[in-house]
């Protein structure tokens, strides 16, 4: 099955530095790669998602970018602010028919925006 | 995005005792899960909810510990049974949908986070 690893799982900057998260996968059928955003008492929430077919994806503040031949992608924050303090995972995932997609998460990394 | 309905939200049960969560999604779905996600951890697929069938269970979770419904597309219920203090997790509903053009993407409930004394 397959098998995610995110690194680091903790992360310190200041506010306004970037911060980049990074995860590898093992399963090279994997196709769909998720980001979530936990904050303390809530639900997981995503924030961005990227596809095989594309290699770098970007909303506002925050890029996802995807190699597919080293098998690893990332998750990259400018700007960063207080808010953006969370734990975030990343996740990957093969297309298995009629519309689902299982997903493997990896362990998270608990980030935290200095003021 | 989904609005992913848990509850409870939070609870506390004796060792011995069983509890039902309840999920219901604002909309259509084809696909619904349950996760659990132990204190500080990552998230551990449960099972897959299936419509009108048994539930599909990973690796290391069984239906007679965590039995599943899904009588319709929007509702989905989880028990945890017999609990334990190893029980004592936060519990994660989701949904991935057709309404979204079958693009994959899950989201997920608030959580139940569960204290067995």
């Known amino acids: 099955g397959e098998n995610v690893e995110q690194h680091p799982s903790t992360l310190s900057v200041q506010e306004g530095d970037s911060a980049v998260i990074k995860c590898t996968y093992s399963?090279?059928?994997?196709?769909?790669f998720p980001w979530y955003k936990q904050e303390l008492g809530k639900g997981p929430q995503l924030i961005i998602d990227i596809r095989s077919n594309v290699g770098e994806k970007k909303d506002q503040r925050i890029a996802v970018t995807l190699n597919k031949t080293a098998k690893h992608f990332s998750l990259h924050i400018t700007e960063t602010q207080p808010e953006d303090s969370a734990v975030y995972f990343c996740?990957?995932?093969?297309?298995?028919?009629?519309?689902?997609?299982?997903?493997?998460f990896g362990k998270g990394t608990k980030l935290s925006v200095i003021p | 995005s989904a609005v992913i309905s848990q509850k409870p939200s939070r609870d506390i049960c004796q060792r011995g005792t069983s509890l039902t969560i309840q999920c219901q999604v604002d909309?259509?779905?084809?696909?619904m899960f349950w996760y659990r996600q132990q204190p500080g951890q990552s998230l551990t697929l449960i099972a897959t909810a299936n419509q009108g069938s048994e539930a599909t269970y990973e690796s290391g979770f069984v239906i007679d510990k965590f039995p599943i419904s899904r009588p319709n597309l929007t509702f989905s219920t989880l028990t945890v049974s017999n609990m334990s203090p190893e029980d004592s997790s936060i519990y994660l509903c989701?949904?991935?949908?057709?309404?979204?053009?079958?693009?994959?993407?899950?989201?997920f409930g608030e959580g139940s986070r569960l204290t067995v004394l």
């Open positions: 996740a990957a995932s093969a297309y298995s028919g009629a519309g689902s997609y299982q997903l493997t």
């Open positions: 399963d090279s059928a994997s196709n769909y």
């Open positions: 909309s259509q779905v084809t696909m």
């Open positions: 989701s949904g991935q949908g057709i309404r979204w053009g079958n693009t994959g993407e899950l989201f």
